[in-house]
């Protein structure tokens, strides 16, 4: 498997795509019945690589608020792999192998597409130029550092704040809040995430609940102001309780409560942090 300039320039198109679909109601069964419609069109483009269609799916397949199934998070791995997205294609494929078990069908293609990326890992920090062997060219940079240029190019926007509200939101479902600590059931959603929009000075964060009993997700809106805050976004994680917090820089105060992956909660924190920045410097 190659990466390729046009793989890595198409991935990110359905994000755009994405938009202009839901805005003109494109999108009209019931969300069960449009998550298995993506899916299957998913299927058939990563059977025949077409990656492009490929990830224009699974960006519409992310924007809708339905359950999942697991395989969602196969095909998203194999997808951010083909185009070059190593550290959120070793996540997504992660989280596919310990929701799904060992009986789940993409179980074996799964593991050998996770050491595929540990050697293409191991040949850039050893300086090797691994595509002289035929071996996939790993340059993996910390998601929260990479140049406000690169993350333009990746989602395609000539918008900073576009392209790190999109990042940040992408960052955010990987690693949401669960109470159980048990096996994840298929397709399942986090008992707390959040997305992020920003626009005319201020960051608006979503948070979605499950609720306590029967019953829809409880859903509330925070504000964010961006004038006269502090860019510098705080954050640290609780191993007793296998929760990261992300800090309002207001106060001090909770904001964001995430999973206990470390360096995701790391790189939305410092996402954040950018976008706050830039939307107090929008010139």
Known sequence: MSVTNNAVRTFFQGAVLASVLWVTGVAALPPEHEVRRLMLATEAAVSEQKWGEAGEYLNRLQALEADKPADYLYYRGRVMFEAGHYNEARSALEQYIAASGAEARHYNAALQLITELEKAQRATSNGIDASASGEPVAVIEPAGDESLQSLRRLYLTNSDASA?????????????????????????????????????????????????????????????????????????????????????????????????????????????????KTLQNPG
Do not use: F, M
């Open 164 to 276: 790190l509200t999109i990042h940040i939101n992408s960052l955010l479902e990987l690693n949401g809040w669960r109470q159980s600590r048990g096996a994840v059931l298929d397709g399942s959603p986090p008992d707390i995430q959040y997305k992020v929009a920003a626009g005319n000075g201020e960051i608006r964060i979503q948070q979605s609940a499950a609720p306590r009993s029967a019953g829809p997700r409880q859903v509330s809106t925070e504000a964010l102001p961006v004038y006269g805050v502090n860019p510098v976004v705080h954050w640290d994680c609780e191993p007793a309780t296998q929760t990261c917090w992300i800090y309002d820089p207001r106060d001090g105060s909770r904001l964001i409560q995430l999973g206990h992956d470390r360096e995701k909660t790391r790189d939305a924190a410092r996402t954040l942090g950018r976008l706050i």
